[in-house]
């Protein structure tokens, strides 16, 4: 094998595979015969996988925006809810399911309230978020959090 030959191969080594761990478990890019921190060349957020409660604030976003809602008092009325935290209502109430209200969900979608819904739905996040955004639209004061902050007309 020639000289070159090994250079050659070296190069589309590094051509292609631009992207390597260094010591810290960062991401860096090769260049030459030193490195540049991603964060440098790619934003931090596209760098990083999002958490969960991002991911979920980004699909409500999506649905605000299909369903035309205010996305600022949708997404802070779930996160007062619930804190984007798939859980039963923390309102304590006799004779309630674990002595709590029968509220479910991101979207703290209260059952007795609306008998169609299970509670498989209501615990389903991307559902229960595309549901709420829904009804967001056409009435906020379901939301005790959207009376509390002042959202209950925010769509009218």
């Known amino acids: 094998m020639k000289w070159y030959q090994n250079y050659v191969i070296l190069m589309l080594f590094f051509l ?3 992207l390597i761990t260094n010591a810290e478990g ?5 260049v030459s015969y030193f490195t540049v921190p991603i964060e440098k060349v790619v934003p931090k957020i596209q760098a990083e ?3 969960p409660k991002e991911v979920l604030i980004n699909f409500a976003d999506a649905m605000a925006n299909k369903y035309k809602v205010n996305k600022k ?4 009325t779930l996160d007062c809810e619930s804190g984007f935290k798939n859980i039963q209502s923390r309102v304590l109430k006799k004779g309630g399911p ?5 509220s479910w969900g991101i979207a703290q979608i209260n059952l007795p309230s609306h008998p169609s ?16 955004a829904q009804k967001f639209k056409i ?15 925010v769509n009218e």
């Open 26 to 30: 960062n991401y860096v890019y090769w």
């Open 16 to 18: 292609f595979s631009p």
């Open 73 to 76: 008092p949708f997404i802070t």
């Open 139 to 153: 009435n906020p004061r379901i939301w005790t959090c959207a009376r509390r902050l002042g959202y209950a007309t």
């Open 98 to 102: 674990n002595e709590r209200e029968d």
């Open 117 to 132: 819904i299970t509670r498989a739905q209501a615990l389903d996040p991307y559902w229960s978020i595309e549901w709420a």
């Open 49 to 51: 996988s999002l958490s």
